[in-house]
Nanobody, 116 residues
Framework: QAQLVESGGGSVQAGGSLRLSCAVS????????RGWFRQAPGKAREVVAQ????????TYADSVKGRFTISQDNAKNTVYLQMNSLKPEDTALYYC?????????WGQGTQVTVSS
């Protein structure tokens, strides 16, 4: 069972930046998929960004396109989410996920709070 540990959350003013990190315990070749999700109070969990390591293919939610970037460092077995131009509506608990082809394993989440 893979273990995922997120870090990098915090509080920031609108327009600021944060970088989330997620260290994955299993070797990348067995877990081709990495994703970042978020859940705001009273709302369903939603996908923010995804990356497929074998092809480098990335996808983003429309609400974060052009502002967020997902990347994978295979040497460190860590996936990152660079978040720029943050907005109050980005406030949520952010989770990373990994799996062979979709989200199978989940981290505990890291809180991101954006104030106006």
């Amino acid at each position: 069972q893979a273990q995922l540990v997120e870090s990098g959350g915090g509080s920031v003013q609108a327009g600021g930046s944060l970088r989330l990190s997620c260290a994955v315990s299993e070797y990348p070749s067995s877990l081709n998929y990495r994703g970042w999700f978020r859940q705001a109070p009273g709302k369903a969990r939603e996908v923010v960004a995804q990356i497929f390591i074998n092809t480098g293919t990335t996808t983003y939610a429309d609400s974060v396109k052009g502002r967020f970037t997902i990347s994978q460092d295979n040497a460190k077995n860590t996936v990152y989410l660079q978040m720029n131009s943050l907005k109050p509506e980005d406030t949520a608990l952010y989770y990373c996920a990994a799996g062979p082809w979709g989200p199978l394993y989940w981290g505990q989440g890291t809180q991101v709070t954006v104030s106006s």
